[in-house]
């Protein structure tokens, strides 16, 4: 546990955003990391000086945002644990942001078109035997023409993701994982509106066979350029024909 020293009374305003800057103090300083339990909420109480209300609130949001967990029970493993879920948190605030400050869609293209260039690049010259079979295995599942549209998503949405891990880069990944769910109202919308879905879909495959081929013979420069046309072409061509483009 960290020492109880560091941890210091908070004014009585505004509390539990003050909770919560002691505990990211305490995250920055490296005195929590992931694995980690929080003192109990007694605790936290009296070292801080609050409300017991405000370390709750201060809790909940912490844990909304992926930081912790929360494990019921009296073992040795209960009680409030820092986490590593920040796919889970930054998937809520960008779909929140995204759909508050109406992003032009031109602008989330640029950005997953960058973003999925990089980690195609770095998923050529990194991929393990495993991160290729994962790759495959998505592959496989999206070449099924019964598969719904939804489903379809679904294991698309994991191959890009299979990518991006398997460039090493658990940032670069994480951010994929958030864009790509927060954008997965707007593709599955395109996707229904599309007149002639299956032959949409023979392109989509096609394209990730292809991309696939190009990270599984290391070629990191084909793999990103794969990748971009990929995203940009199938923006261009099918969601801004949409007419519930957003």
Do not use: C
Not at 38 to 43: F, I, Q
Not at 103 to 113: K, M, Q, T
Request: hydrophobic share 45%; net charge negative.
């Amino acid at each position: 546990m960290a020492d109880t020293a560091a941890w210091e009374p908070v004014p009585r305003s505004r509390t539990f955003e003050l909770v919560l800057a002691r505990i990211e103090e305490q995250i920055l300083a490296g005195n929590l990391r992931v694995g980690d339990r929080l003192p109990p909420e007694r605790e936290l109480v009296e070292l801080l000086g609050v409300s017991r209300a405000a370390v709750r609130e201060a809790l909940r949001v912490l844990e909304a945002q992926g930081v912790l967990r929360s494990r019921v029970g009296t073992g040795p493993a209960s009680g409030t644990v820092i986490a590593a879920m920040p796919s889970a948190g930054l998937t809520q605030l960008l779909r929140l942001h995204m759909a508050l400050a109406n992003f032009p869609l031109s602008d989330v293209v640029e950005a997953r078109a960058t973003l999925e260039r990089s980690s195609a690049r770095l998923a050529a010259e990194r991929a393990s035997d495993d991160d290729l079979a994962l790759m495959r295995d998505r592959l496989e599942r999206m070449d099924d023409a019964k598969l719904s549209l939804e489903t379809f998503n679904d294991y698309d949405t994991e191959f890009h993701v299979a990518i991006a891990e398997a460039g090493g880069n658990r940032l670069m990944a994480d951010m994929t994982i958030a864009v790509r769910n927060a954008v997965r109202r707007t593709l599955l919308t395109a996707f229904h509106e599309m007149p002639d879905w299956n032959s949409v879909a023979d392109r989509l495959r096609a394209e990730h066979h292809a991309l696939y081929d190009a990270i599984a013979a290391g070629d990191s420069e084909r793999a990103g350029d794969l990748v971009e046309a990929h995203i940009r072409g199938f923006h261009r061509d099918i969601v801004r024909t949409s007419p519930r483009e957003s």
